[in-house]
T-cell receptor, first 115, second 111 residues
Framework: GAVVSQHPSWVICKSGTSVKIECRSLDFQATTMFWYRQFPKQSLMLMATSNEGSKATYEQGVEKDKFLINHASLTLSTLTVTSAHPEDSSFYIC???????????FGPGTRLTVL | KNEVEQSPQNLTAQEGEFITINCSYSVGISALHWLQQHPGGGIVSLFMLSSGKKKHGRLIATINIQEKHSSLHITASHPRDSAVYICAVRGSGGSNYKLTFGKGTLLTVNP
């Protein structure tokens, strides 16, 4: 299947700082990318849907000014957690939709720890 | 009631056993995914189904659209199969890839 990468795989930051997470589709063009958050022992929760060249659509309860999403190209989407706080510590996962195969491919995830 | 229900929540098996994980859903779907998540978090997409049955190695996935039910089978289970298995459904209509996830089944295969 197609490959989706995320960078970094883990990050530790101080409270109040901003953290950027990259999601790349390596061998296909992703018209749609999704950002999920997963807390320990819970299922994935969709945060936002990102379409290339347009504004992201955020799920209810997700602050768009705190979680900035940019999908500038068909192979790259970024999630920036602004003014991070300890409660933002979580596992962030992206996935990319491949319209050619009508499927969704997941990245390996980024573990964010905010001290 | 969740739109996607998985059973069992936890499953412990001995190496070599045949394993079945079930997924029921209550909405119309265009596709169903089975995902595997290992400790450490990375997710691997195992299958995407819209009808019938798919097989990959020791893994078999089936879906019954009329009964809104899917099963994931693992033959000759091995300790390396230990992971969380997640069922996710994609709604019908349009090109929206949005998925609804089950809570996952934690599988532990003992040697």
């Amino acid at each position: 299947g197609a490959v989706v990468s995320q960078h970094p795989s883990w990050v530790i930051c101080k409270s109040g700082t901003s953290v950027k997470i990259e999601c790349r589709s390596l061998d296909f063009q992703a018209t749609t990318m999704f950002w999920y958050r997963q807390f320990p022992k819970q299922s994935l929760m969709l945060m936002a849907t990102s379409n290339e060249g347009s504004k992201a659509t955020y799920e209810q309860g997700v602050e768009k000014d705190k979680f900035l999403i940019n999908h500038a190209s068909l192979t790259l989407s970024t999630l920036t957690v602004t003014s991070a706080h300890p409660e933002d510590s979580s596992f962030y996962i992206c996935s990319a939709g491949d319209s050619a195969y009508n499927e969704q491919f997941f990245g390996p995830g980024t573990r964010l720890t905010v001290l | 009631k969740n739109e996607v229900e998985q059973s069992p929540q936890n499953l412990t098996a001995q190496e070599g056993e045949f394993i079945t994980i079930n997924c029921s859903y209550s909405v119309g779907i265009s596709a169903l995914h089975w995902l595997q998540q290992h400790p450490g978090g990375g997710i691997v997409s195992l299958f995407m189904l819209s009808s019938g049955k798919k097989k990959h190695g020791r893994l078999i996935a089936t879906i019954n659209i009329q009964e809104k039910h899917s099963s994931l089978h693992i033959t000759a289970s091995h300790p390396r199969d230990s992971a969380v298995y997640i069922c996710a459904v994609r709604g019908s209509g349009g090109s929206n890839y949005k998925l609804t996830f089950g809570k996952g089944t934690l599988l532990t295969v003992n040697p």
